[in-house]
T-cell receptor
Framework: DQQVKQNSPSLSVQEGRISILNCDYT??????FLWYKKYPAEGPTFLIS?????DKIEDGRFTVFLNKSAKHLSLHIVPSQPGDSAVYFC??????????????FGKGTSLLVTP | DSGVTQTPKHLITATGQRVTLRCSPR?????VYWYQQSLDQGLQFLIQ???????AKGNILERFSAQQFPDLHSELNLSSLELGDSALYFC???????????FGPGTRLTVT
């Protein structure tokens, strides 16, 4: 059962414009959300995270918006750069329970930033 | 470089065989997580160890087992391998912030 969904398998954006990657989740018990970036032949790289008590967090060119009522989060990248081209995974975690702090991942969105 | 190392990088073996994947966490991290990434399922959590003790289990098959040693490195053992076990296996580690997990480069397992 996929509890974290990324409905757009791919996204193409021009350099300098905004990239918006979306993520939906079904489990209201999730209390921490993360974005990972993955290049081919490498492991996922932690990018940014947000706690469920917040609705926005910024780190440089990256901003995460969390809408708990809609069970939706998004990652905004402004301005987009060619080096941002990668697969982006949304992940969510729930403290405690039999799964500890296991991350539940979406299937990823492949971002291509064109010059 | 996340600081998490995994060996081997690639592994090709036959059905019915047994393999061991190895992971060394970042210096100081006590938690190790194992994930499987297959083409159709995405990244799936298998199991977590904390300071040598099993902490949490995901959808890990009974044919799979893991352990974490006193030096904190971990091994994932896969036995009676089937074609469907072909996947990327990632190890991750975390410290004080358990949600923020740092991943190794993965081991690509091909079962023929």
């Amino acid at each position: 059962d996929q509890q974290v969904k990324q409905n757009s398998p791919s996204l193409s954006v021009q350099e300098g414009r905004i990239s918006i990657l979306n993520c939906d989740y079904t489990n209201s018990m999730f209390d921490y959300f993360l974005w990972y970036k993955k290049y081919p032949a490498e492991g996922p790289t932690f990018l940014i995270s947000i706690s469920s008590i917040k609705d926005k967090i910024e780190d440089g060119r990256f901003t995460v918006f969390l809408n708990k009522s809609a069970k939706h989060l998004s990652l905004h990248i402004v301005p987009s750069q060619p080096g941002d081209s990668a697969v982006y995974f949304c992940a969510a975690s729930r403290a405690g329970g039999h799964s500890g702090y296991a991350l539940n991942f979406g299937k990823g969105t492949s971002l291509l930033v064109t010059p | 470089d996340s600081g998490v190392t995994q060996t081997p990088k690639h592994l090709i073996t036959a059905t019915g065989q047994r393999v061991t994947l190895r992971c060394s966490p970042r210096s100081g991290d006590l938690s190790v997580y194992w994930y499987q990434q297959s083409l159709d399922q995405g990244l799936q959590f298998l199991i977590q160890y904390y300071n040598g003790e099993e902490r949490a289990k995901g959808n890990i098959l009974e044919r799979f087992s893991a352990q974490q040693f006193p030096d904190l490195h971990s091994e994932l053992n896969l036995s009676s391998l089937e074609l469907g076990d072909s996947a990327l296996y990632f190890c991750a580690s975390s410290s004080d912030i358990p949600y923020e997990q740092y991943f190794g480069p993965g081991t690509r397992l091909t079962v023929t």
